[in-house]
């Protein structure tokens, strides 16, 4: 399985700024995705990363908000835009492995407050 | 579009017993994948248990089975000999199977169960 690392783990941010996620895996990848949790919710997906290419974004979901970069196959990055207390929320990263492209595995998740 | 449900927002289980946590979900798929994650309080995602959906028989790893029914589309987690390490929100997913479908490699979600083990 692959394993996966974020930074930051967490941050607590001024509403109007921007903070970027980095998701770094220890191997290539196939796929790579972008999850928000808000607080005692389920995940949402926020967009498919693609390697070299604009990252396909989910309904509700845009990259004026929410850009997306992923230069090569182990690295994405995710920017939460002019931030306000809504986006407060855990953003995940997960990758399907080269050898295992059914079963996603999932970063630490990056815990955002935005105040 | 798939939808996944679980219907148990918590559950308790003693120490060493065994407990049934539930999961439907509805597609019009006949391949897919189903799987059990684990996030404890560190909020760290961990795969617990996949299914494929061609295989008849239900995946168990150690102390963790499912209940595959395909028919009913449900998908439930046993634990058996609950452990205090167990207590965690637990997640059911689908993923589809088609390639190049647009909903190729995406997970959809339940609501999540909420595992509380008492010693």
């Known amino acids: 399985s692959a394993v996966i690392s974020q930074k930051p783990s967490r941050d607590i941010c001024q509403r109007g700024t921007s903070l970027t996620i980095q998701c770094q895996v220890d191997s290539q990848v196939t796929m790579m995705f972008w999850y928000r949790q808000q607080p005692g919710q389920s995940l949402t997906l926020i967009a498919t990363?693609?390697?070299?290419?604009?990252?396909?974004?989910e309904s509700g979901f845009v990259i004026d908000k929410f850009p997306i970069s992923r230069p090569n196959l182990t690295f994405s990055t995710l920017t939460v835009s002019n931030m306000s207390p809504e986006d407060s929320s855990i953003y995940l990263c997960s990758a399907t492995g080269q050898a295992d492209q059914e079963t996603q595995y999932f970063g630490p998740g990056t815990r955002l407050l935005v105040l | 579009a798939q939808t996944v449900t679980q219907s148990q927002p918590e559950m308790s289980v003693q120490e060493a017993e065994t407990v049934t946590l539930s999961c439907t979900y509805d597609t019009s798929e006949s391949d897919y994948y189903l799987f059990w994650y684990k996030q404890p309080p560190s909020r760290q995602m961990i795969l617990v248990i996949r299914?494929?959906?061609?295989?008849?028989q239900n995946a168990t790893e150690n102390r963790f089975s499912v209940n595959f029914q395909k028919a009913a589309k449900s998908f439930s987690l046993k634990i058996s000999d609950s452990q205090l390490g167990d207590a965690a929100m637990y997640f059911c997913a689908y993923r589809s199977a088609y390639a190049g479908g647009t909903s190729y490699g995406k997970l959809t979600f339940g609501q999540g169960t909420i595992l509380t083990v008492h010693p």
């Open positions: 990363a693609n390697q070299g290419s604009e990252a396909t974004y």
């Open positions: 299914q494929e959906a061609y295989k008849q």
